[in-house]
């Protein structure tokens, strides 16, 4: 599947919108806690780009350090989810600056998602 230039127009306009989401949740209620969703989401996929290099083995099952990226890439994830509910909860946050963040978050890391799998380089051997 060849990506082309609509599909990075709307995974950019996709992903504008997503930080879009997180800059009005911590600019209207003036509170920049919720910005910290942005950067969990965004060092979300680190590990997996990092880990993803080690290969399998020669029966095509995952090797520990693929699983470790996939582990690692699952707890930050979660974290961007939970960081702002546990700051609602405990009313630090606007519950409303919450949901915009949520969103927001949900957003940007699918639209990282999207990209990494338009844009993924098929290998000659597998």
Known sequence: MAAGLRTVILLSFVLAVGFLMIILSCALWHNWLPLLVALTFVLAPLPNAVFAHCGSDEYGENSGPVDLGRFLTSIIVIS???????????????????????????????????????????????
């Open 80 to 126: 961007g989810f939970a960081l702002p509910i546990i700051l609602a909860h405990s009313e630090v946050i606007n519950p409303q600056a919450c949901v915009m963040s949520i969103i927001g978050g949900g957003l940007v890391y699918g639209t990282i998602l999207a990209y990494s799998a338009a844009f993924r380089e098929e290998s000659d051997y597998e």
